[in-house]
């Protein structure tokens, strides 16, 4: 007996009396008879609801999430209030299907308009999409659109080896087998390398791909950039966690024309990296060319306003092979739940969540730096996250800092092996207290000792 | 119901309003400009809104009254499987030890997951017959996309980079050629034949130097299984090309046979249609990709590897395509898939398929007695009905067959598509759905065409209750407005700006 199967036998009786044949397998008499499958699959046999619960739970309590964590590098431990799960779980909204029938998918419709509202306040920009799979897939989204959206022949992506790494991985993996040029600018002392960047400008470029914070925790100036990126005809594509624009300079303020990044630090647990939601926003001569989903405004018969999918001519189920992205299902729910993430936090909550991570991460880099034997990697401004240098190597130090209870923060040189052997990414959100941080500095005189 | 009734969460907001306290900070305050220079910092305040906890609630409460999901009835929209979500797996899946669970922490705190993630791999492998393969791809696009740069990395090995032509069928998603298209190959449509399937001879003038292989959906989206599969994939092999399966039909044959049987090479699978894991009104879906043997070389990194010490995840591939995503794509929705897999097992997924399909041809035969029916054939998990006659007795649409049934409060089925059949009404009522509520379908649809006959302009009014009736899509496209402007004020309350 399965639960979610209602047929009882006399309903199948009469539904084989409706179709005019004997039995089921009649109905898949026009497959090959050498491919029907003579055996079960080599699978167990379903469980009862309960006996799955414990199979799951046992799963479950096989992973560690005890540890009070420093880990960052694009997942983030940060408080979720109680409305967002609660409101996630309204299957109204989890049990729907993409709105393509917009009468029928009002709520959906306008939660997204109002997430792209929110996204384009945050960035500075003017509109945004419904969403992108994550922050790094969004990279090699962008770059499709500023090669798309410049002068023709511009085939260049300039971009910083500032940028996550795994971000740098997905772009090669994108544009291989592709007529694109990726090409790295080196970084000095931290930060993107602003000499080499304006060396390798020249016609062709069509777009540069920055990070702030950068993947080492650091901010980064762009003074100027914008301009002497769109006197040569080539857009700036800023990467931002959107937390730190809670208080750092967006992507509009600094004159960029796409910002992109991913919301997983607004209301979305880490849940071994995904789902998150990635997020771009551009300017407004930029909207005809965007990729996937957009929520527009517009007035049902009677001139009252409403909400549908737009500009949908761009999008893969009608242009095919001369879409502007492939994208179709999104992260539409992530979305919803950045979405009343924001609502609540409100504009004072944003800014004060992002200043509480400020304020946290700089005691912690202050108190480590005076009195342990680590030093900072750069001297540079950072937002909640910074890269310290061990004295020892890294995989000596993390797991005695695990035995103590702490995830003490990522080894930068396993993610990238350019980074010095020893450099920790320490990340401090607004969930962690003074007392965990003063136990942490305590437990690393220890292991250092 | 004006804007006013339905307001935006923006026009709610009050200055001063707060909807979360946080903890107080419990370090010293120091001044923000001491820590990072000013011209570091945002100028302008982000434009949020202000409201309480208890406004936020409202807010979106209300907003979910104004959505459809397959929790409050009938969704029988084609090619997207529109099953019923477990229960028990949205519970699984919010267990903390699978929640807070950080993407780079040590490998030997995770193994609860990583055995999960491989559990899960090895058995999308017997479902579909292939050796392994990646469950990073967030959607069924992704897969797709990984599956043609799998494609590239194959024949580049091979030093056979002239295969750059990928065929795919008339009938196929639109994602198979845009996917295609976007690892660099070049797309040639094939036409479905008067069975709407694919025959050897829609190959046949294809299969040279320059073949790098087929994207087929199998069964179709016509809802038909390709018949001369075996024939198909012995022609393309033999011309030295690959296969690709796209999964979005495998509900229909879940169970029963193999898309390694039928010798595909690379097979993406959509979770959140046949894993019964819910859409969430657009994602996050999962959408792995399986390969054979001789593809395991180029998948992606990292991979969920077994070893004696327990579970890890690999990065050292020198033939891989690379990284798909930042981490390892929708890992929630791989342990709702997973406890899907455990609650069906092998006799609960082979029942699943035919389900399915009986259901299927129950509405199929029932309604192909009112409506037109241009394929007439035992179909699948889904059949494709034409409004063709009906446009050009009565002048109403499929559009308006759709528009009308929201009035009844179920779900339209997929409309235009696929492109083959004009004025398309595709039908997928999926295995979870009684035979109660496909009588009542059967009938809201006779009595639809009985309007149709007697009153058709008020089917192309329709709908008339919904919270907001047929909408402008063309001024939509015109003058967008994709987000709301708070310089526009009360006025944005009555609609889009002039």
Redesign the interface.
């Given at each position: 007996m399965i639960a979610y199967l209602p047929h009882t036998d006399e309903d199948i009786e009469a539904m084989l009396d409706v179709i005019g044949v004997d039995g089921i397998d009649q109905l898949f008499a026009d497959i090959p008879r050498e491919l029907i499958l003579k055996e079960p699959l080599q699978i167990p046999a379903g469980l009862p609801e309960y006996e799955v619960y414990r199979r799951m739970q046992s799963l479950a309590e096989r992973n560690r999430v005890q540890n009070i964590s420093f880990l960052g590098c694009g997942s983030y431990d940060h408080i979720i209030p109680a409305v967002v799960s609660h409101i996630l779980s309204r299957s109204e909204f989890y049990t729907s299907y993409t709105p393509y029938q917009a009468e029928m998918s009002q709520g959906f419709l306008q939660a997204i308009f109002e997430f792209q509202t929110m996204i384009c306040e945050l960035t500075g920009l003017e509109v945004a999409n419904a969403s992108l799979y994550d922050g790094h897939t969004a990279a090699s989204e962008a770059a499709v659109l500023a090669l798309n959206s410049v002068r023709r022949g511009s085939d260049t992506i300039l971009y910083s080896s500032t940028l996550h790494p795994f971000t740098r991985q997905v772009l090669r993996t994108h544009f291989s087998n592709l007529p694109v040029h990726l090409e790295e600018i080196p970084s000095r002392d931290g930060t993107t390398d602003l000499k080499d960047l304006a060396a390798k400008l020249r016609p062709g470029v069509a777009g540069v791909i920055l990070q702030s914070p950068n993947y080492l925790g650091y901010v980064e100036d762009l003074s100027g950039l914008a301009q002497e990126l769109h006197d040569n005809g080539s857009l700036l594509i800023l990467s931002a966690n959107p937390l730190s624009l809670g208080v750092l300079k967006p992507a509009g303020e600094w004159g960029a024309d796409i910002a992109i990044g991913d919301t997983q630090a607004l209301g979305l647990p880490s849940y071994f990296g995904g789902p998150s939601v990635g997020y771009i926003t551009a300017t407004e001569k930029l909207l005809r060319k965007m990729p996937g989903r957009i929520a527009g405004q517009s007035l049902d018969q009677e001139g009252k306003r409403a909400f549908l999918l737009t500009l949908q001519a761009r999008e893969q189920h009608i242009k095919r092979e001369r879409a502007t992205s492939n994208i179709c299902s999104n992260q539409a729910l992530a979305a919803l739940a950045t979405a009343v993430y924001l609502a609540t936090l409100g504009k004072q909550g944003i800014r004060e969540v992002a200043e509480q991570n400020t304020q946290k991460a700089h005691y912690l880099y202050h108190r480590l730096v005076k009195e342990t034997a680590a030093e900072p990697l750069f001297d540079r401004p950072f937002f909640n996250e910074f890269p310290i240098v061990l004295p020892k190597k890294a995989a000596e130090v993390l797991p005695r800092m695990g035995e103590r209870g702490f995830y003490a923060g990522v080894d930068l040189n396993r993610l990238d092996p350019s980074t010095p052997e020893g450099t920790l990414a320490i990340a401090v959100t607004e969930r962690r207290t003074r007392e965990q941080m003063d136990r942490y500095v305590e437990a690393l005189k220890e292991v250092l000792q | 119901?004006?804007?006013k009734n339905?307001p935006?969460?923006?026009e709610l907001?009050k200055q001063g309003?707060?909807?979360?306290r946080?903890?107080d900070?419990?370090?010293?305050?120091?001044e923000?400009t001491s820590?990072?220079?000013s011209?570091?910092?945002?100028?302008?305040?982000?434009?949020?809104?202000?409201?309480s906890?208890v406004e936020?609630?409202r807010?979106?409460?209300?907003?979910?009254?104004?959505?459809?999901?397959?929790?409050?009835g009938f969704?029988p929209?084609g090619s997207?499987t529109?099953?019923?979500?477990?229960k028990?797996n949205?519970?699984?899946a919010?267990?903390?030890?699978?929640?807070?669970?950080?993407?780079?922490?040590?490998e030997e705190?995770?193994?609860?997951?990583l055995?999960?993630m491989h559990e899960l791999l090895v058995?999308l492998c017997?479902?579909t017959g292939m050796s392994w393969g990646t469950l990073q791809p967030?959607?069924?696009?992704?897969g797709?996309?990984t599956g043609m740069?799998l494609f590239?990395a194959y024949f580049?090995k091979r030093g056979e980079r002239g295969r750059n032509k990928v065929l795919v069928p008339d009938s196929a998603?639109?994602?198979n050629?845009?996917?295609?298209?976007?690892?660099?190959f070049e797309?040639v449509e094939i036409r479905s034949d008067s069975r709407g399937l694919i025959s050897l001879d829609s190959v046949k003038d294809h299969l040279d130097e320059s073949l790098a292989g087929i994207m087929l959906t199998n069964p179709n989206t016509l809802g038909?299984?390709e018949?001369d599969?075996?024939e198909i994939s012995e022609a393309v092999h033999s011309s030295g090309g690959l296969l690709y399966y796209d999964g979005a039909n495998l509900n229909a044959?879940v169970?029963?046979?193999?898309p390694g049987?039928?010798g595909f090479n690379v097979v993406h699978l959509n979770l959140?249609k046949t894993f019964?894991t819910?859409?969430?009104?657009?994602?996050?879906?999962s959408g792995p990709v399986l390969v054979s043997d001789t593809l395991l070389p180029f998948l992606?990194v990292p991979d969920v590897v077994k070893r004696a010490d327990g579970y890890h995840l690999e990065n050292n591939r020198p033939d891989t395509?690379?990284?798909?995503?930042?981490?390892?794509?929708?890992?929630?929705?791989m342990?709702k898939a997973?406890?899907y897999?455990?609650?069906?097992?092998?006799?609960?997924?082979?029942?699943?398929g035919?389900?399915a399909?009986?259901?299927a041809?129950?509405l199929k035969?029932?309604l192909k007695r009112s409506f037109n029916l241009p394929y007439d054939?035992?179909c699948k998990h889904e059949f494709v009905l034409s409004a063709q006659q009906l446009k050009e007795r009565f002048g109403v649409t499929a559009l308006d067959v759709?528009?009308r049934l929201?009035d009844f409060g179920i779900?339209?089925p997929?409309v235009y598509?696929p492109l083959i059949v004009p004025e398309a009404l595709m039908i997928e009522p999926t295995?979870?759905?009684?035979?109660e509520v496909l009588d009542r379908f059967v009938e809201v649809m006779e009595t639809i065409l009985q309007e149709a006959k007697e009153n058709p302009e008020a089917l192309r009014?329709a709908?008339s209750r919904?919270?907001?009736?047929?909408?402008?899509?063309v001024?939509?496209?015109r003058k967008?407005?994709?987000?709301?402007h708070p310089e526009n004020g009360e006025s944005?309350?009555?609609?889009?700006q002039p």
């Open positions: - | 119901m004006s804007g339905n935006l969460i923006f907001s309003r707060r909807g979360y946080l903890p900070l419990d370090v010293p305050h120091r923000l820590l990072v220079k011209h570091l910092l945002r100028e302008q305040e982000p434009r949020l809104p202000e409201v906890e936020v609630i807010h979106y409460t209300s907003l979910s009254r104004r959505n459809y999901g397959v929790d409050l969704y929209l997207c529109m099953k019923y979500n477990p028990i949205e519970q699984v919010g267990f903390e030890s699978f929640v807070r669970l950080h993407p780079l922490q040590p705190s995770a193994q609860g997951i055995t999960l058995g017997e479902v967030f959607a069924g696009a992704q797709e996309f740069k590239k580049e998603h639109g994602t050629p845009a996917s295609a298209h976007l690892a660099g797309v038909l299984f018949e599969i075996l044959i169970g029963k046979v193999r049987d039928m959140h019964s819910p859409h969430g009104g657009g994602g996050p879906g992606p395509i690379g990284r798909l995503s930042g981490f390892y794509g929708n890992v929630a929705v342990v997973y406890a897999l455990l609650t069906m097992g092998s006799d609960g997924l082979a029942r699943v035919e389900l399909v009986l259901n041809n129950y035969e029932r054939r035992t759709a528009k929201l779900h339209p997929t598509f295995e979870t759905e009684n035979i009014q709908p919904t919270p907001v009736g047929r909408i402008d899509e001024l939509a496209a967008p407005v994709v987000r709301w944005s309350e009555t609609g889009a």
